[in-house]
């Protein structure tokens, strides 16, 4: 047999926010590298699982992969706290523990890992491989889907469907009570969850935080319709209408994205009357049964990992570019941020359905709205 045959040990762990599809990949994987005559452990709650001594892992077979397809959220569990190079202790200082991860990794006997993460996650595993000469394959997942050099990541397609679901729902009771329904999605600094539930919910406004908007804007366009109800749907990343971000405290001194929803909606009612509704959707869109193309899209995306550690082509992650797997270096995905682009073909099929985006060329498009309508007032 060729040298890529020989018996190999892999890790498999789960990095940052968790999402639909990740254990669709972890399923892929296994039954992957059982192609190969390999064992696969599953390492508990990502990095700190190889912190942990003896290290915490999962054993797994084609067998105990029978329900995972439909699974939500991941079974090996994930963190997205606590940077391995500054780690927190309980008495408030912060150490440097890689190198237990690195330990960890071969106290385990790993040929090679498997980290399935967004950009962040993937920088931090970068940095312990080439520092512990680790060998690495990414594999992406995000709901934002704004990891660089990939068209999708896991998770993304069922948070749209999710938040499309919303919106369809809301359109009824906008409708039946004559207000405003606001809907607020994720995005930490992408609008893409928002941008592409928009168009498939067929939201009257649209706002982006790639995309500047003024709120007379909105104004205008929700007093143009040609109904007595709107339906908006806002990333939370979008700032106010003087640039500042939205973010919630809590009892614990931490700050989180949300409130954009709110803000907007004081505005609205204040400048034209309408009565107003928000709908803040959350964590709803991570969780759940996958979407079959984030079953699809996890299943190849594990498949092309153990190939390509039968390859042996490490520090590379894979991605899907042009309807087909790829692989790209770890280094290129995560120093290009995939937001929005402003001329995005969906960003142009919005503008061309007559959604507003909130900035000035809402009503040069939207020729239909009647700029001294008054439905609201």
């Known amino acids: 047999m060729g040298q890529h045959w020989d018996r190999k040990k892999i890790g498999l762990l789960t990095s940052g926010g968790d999402c639909a599809g990740l254990n669709a990949a972890l399923r892929a994987v296994v039954h992957r590298a059982n192609g190969y005559g390999w064992e696969v452990v599953g390492i508990s709650r990502a990095t700190?699982?190889?912190?942990?001594?003896?290290p915490e892992y999962v054993e797994f077979d084609v067998s105990s992969t029978h329900n995972l397809l439909l699974a939500g959220g991941t079974v090996l569990g994930t963190t997205n706290k606590g940077n391995p190079f500054d780690f927190p202790l309980s008495d408030g200082s912060t150490c440097d523990r890689s190198q237990d991860i690195i330990d960890g990794y071969h106290l385990l006997g790993l040929d090679a890992l498997i980290g399935i993460g967004g950009d962040g996650s993937m920088a931090i595993l970068r940095r312990l491989a080439q520092q512990g000469g680790l060998n690495l394959v990414g594999i992406p997942k995000t709901i934002d889907n704004d990891l660089g050099c990939t068209e999708r990541s896991i998770g993304f397609d069922t948070a749209v469907n999710i938040a499309t679901e919303a919106l369809d729902r809301l359109h009824f009771t906008a409708a039946s009570h004559s207000r405003v329904m606001i809907l607020e999605v994720m995005g930490r600094d992408a609008g893409h969850i928002a941008l592409n539930a928009g168009?498939?919910?067929g939201a009257d406004i649209v706002l982006l935080p790639e995309i500047p908007y003024t709120i007379d804007n909105i104004c205008q366009t929700i007093k143009g319709l040609k109904r007595n109800f709107a339906t908006i749907i806002v990333a939370e990343a979008v700032c106010t209408e003087a640039g500042e971000k939205v973010v919630q405290t809590n009892r614990?001194?931490?700050?989180?994205?949300?409130?954009?929803?709110?803000?907007?909606?004081?505005?609205?009612?204040?400048?034209?009357?309408a009565e107003t509704r928000v709908t803040v959707l959350g964590h709803v869109q991570r969780g759940g049964t996958p979407s079959p193309l984030d079953r699809v899209l996890a299943t190849a995306f594990g498949v092309e990992a153990v190939d390509l550690i039968a390859?042996?082509?490490?520090?590379?992650?894979?991605?899907?570019?042009?309807?087909?797997?790829?692989?790209?270096?770890?280094?290129?995905?995560?120093?290009?941020?995939?937001?929005v682009n402003p001329q995005d073909t969906l960003v142009k099929t919005a503008r061309g359905m007559g959604i507003c985006l909130g900035d000035t060329n809402c009503h040069a498009v939207n020729t239909h709205i009647r700029r001294d309508a008054t439905v609201f007032a």
Request: net charge negative.
């Open 199 to 201: 168009i498939a919910g």
């Open 252 to 273: 614990l001194g931490q700050c989180r994205l949300g409130g954009i929803g709110e803000y907007l909606a004081e505005q609205i009612t204040e400048n034209i009357g």
């Open 48 to 54: 700190q699982g190889l912190m942990a001594r003896p």
């Open 311 to 339: 390859a042996e082509k490490y520090d590379h992650m894979v991605s899907w570019q042009n309807r087909q797997v790829v692989h790209v270096p770890i280094t290129e995905a995560i120093a290009e941020y995939r937001a």
